[in-house]
């Protein structure tokens, strides 16, 4: 119950801090909009490439979108030595590390969520079809992308490039999660369900989750102070 509260503590933190200025969620939600609209003037949204192309689409937009969020992570606790007095204090670096990782996941389906209809209206795109499996899809690739970037976040804080390291850490790690979700994705906005061969593709996305997620907890201490 304690580290539960910890995680909160650190997760409403975060969530206040950005919803108080709006850059990274403004910033983020501008350029997935602006991405999906210059693509729709390259599909045909009446032919069958956009449905065929969606979930990729769809992913590739979340991703480059939800980098300038993961980036300030940690950057934000730059200011006036906070990062220095988070790692200081009695809560653990995997609470902390875990409240921020919920805190960004909010962050990116809520972008991902605003981001959704925009596309079935730029694509002609029935994406409502399979909802709640497509909730599940976008929830465990959230979570991937957001358990990635947290970390990379913590690794290159202390960098001067750090906007350009974390994108060139974080895609070639999410490769395996990127391609399942894609895949589920486009499946599911096909109006296709989930069976068969569609099945290994969720598992691999939950496993990816499960063992990142638990690699970053054991690690994040060294992270951030080693």
């Known amino acids: 119950m304690r580290f539960a509260r ?52 769809l992913w590739l937009v979340f991703a480059f ?11 934000r606790e730059l200011q006036n030595d906070c990062l220095d ?24 389906l809520g972008i991902e969520i605003v981001c959704l ?8 795109v029935r994406w ?18 957001a358990v990635i970037g947290t970390m990379f976040s913590a690794l290159t804080v202390n960098l001067r490039l750090r906007e350009l390291m974390l994108p060139m850490l974080v895609y070639p790690m999410l490769i395996p999660a990127l391609m399942s979700a894609m895949r589920l994705t486009t499946v599911l906005i096909s109006g296709e369900p989930l069976a068969g061969d569609e099945l290994i593709w969720l598992r691999l996305l939950v496993g990816f989750d499960i063992i990142f997620t638990a690699l970053a907890v054991a690690l994040v201490d060294i992270v951030l102070v080693g």
Do not use: H
């Open 6 to 57: 910890q995680c909160l503590t650190v997760a409403a933190k975060d969530l206040r801090s950005e919803l108080r200025t709006k850059e990274a969620i403004n910033a983020s939600l501008s350029f997935a909009v602006v991405i999906l609209l210059l693509f729709s003037f390259v599909f045909d949204p009446t032919g069958d490439t956009a449905r065929e192309l969606s979930g990729g689409l």
């Open 65 to 75: 979108a939800g980098a300038l969020i993961l980036n300030r992570s940690f950057s």
């Open 85 to 108: 007095a988070l790692i200081a204090s009695p809560v653990p670096g995997s609470a902390l590390f875990v409240g921020k990782t919920a805190a960004n996941v909010l962050l990116l």
């Open 117 to 124: 209809p925009v596309f079935g209206v730029f694509y002609n």
């Open 128 to 145: 409502t079809t399979r909802f709640w499996p497509l909730m599940l899809v976008l929830a465990l690739g959230t979570w991937a992308l």
